[in-house]
């Protein structure tokens, strides 16, 4: 069998291990509901109801976040869990096609885990049986994709788990807050807009806010495609740099 067709097999068994914690799965749509139902509300009373339209790409691609640091988390534990990365690396599969199955099951879990986010901003956008709604996974895979590259190599440098979740949590503050999910560049300080700006998840953002406009999604994607590939390749060589260790 060729190496090409074990990539669904790891891409499946990374899918499983979403699924084993159904819970987990419950818990991050609610954290979705919560930022979209709770937070737009309350700030829809200070500057409009188009607030609630306007959040609610952010409340999805923050629940990709979560969704795509598990897959570093679980990687981290491998290395920890006697024998099972060594086990794992001895599977009849190259290991650059392991690492690069690794990071598009990560991809899988976090759409899996968006599945009823986006399709409920499908829904308030109008776009739940148009077209336009495969562009809205679309986005969520892209921008899930660098995420998931940021977490694996994040996982393969720490050495602790508390060390995980401080460098998580520091990523995570730069891509919610230092984003255009709750203002727009202009209402940053002038010399913080450059970097909120070239922030993926404004990208993101912009790309989801034209599915609702009707407009473009063709260059907020292509640019968000750039970086989400350069971490996805930058997690890919972390993870085979640990593995030979």
């Known amino acids: 069998m060729s190496s090409v067709h074990l990539i669904p097999r790891v891409i499946e068994r990374d899918v499983k291990i979403l699924f084993s914690d159904t819970f987990l799965i419950g818990i991050m749509f609610a954290n979705f509901c919560i930022d979209l139902f709770v937070t737009a509300a309350t700030f829809g009373n200070l500057i409009g109801s188009s607030y609630f339209l306007r959040i609610a790409p952010g409340s999805n691609l923050i629940t990709a976040m979560v969704a795509a640091f598990q897959s570093g988390r679980d990687i981290w534990r491998e290395k920890y869990i006697k024998d099972l990365a060594s086990y794992l690396l001895t599977l009849p599969i190259p290991r650059k096609v392991f690492a690069l199955s690794r990071i598009t099951g990560g991809v899988a879990r976090s759409v899996i885990a968006t599945f009823p986010g986006t399709l409920v901003i499908s829904y308030l956008y109008g776009i739940l049986f148009s077209p336009r709604l495969v562009e809205a996974f679309v986005i969520v895979a892209v921008f899930s994709l660098g995420i998931v590259g940021l977490s694996i190599a994040v996982s393969a440098f720490a ?79 972390c993870y085979l740099w640990y593995t030979r260790l």
């Open 159 to 237: 050495s602790t788990i508390e060390v995980f979740a401080t460098v998580r949590s520091a990523i995570q503050l730069y891509l919610s807050f230092l984003s255009t999910i709750f203002y727009d560049v202009s209402l940053f300080p002038v010399i913080v807009q450059p970097i909120v700006q070239t922030n993926p998840m404004t990208w993101a953002m912009q790309a989801f806010r034209a599915l609702q406009s009707q407009g473009s999604t063709l260059y907020p994607i292509s640019v968000l495609v750039g970086p989400s590939l350069a971490f996805a390749l930058l997690g890919a060589v």
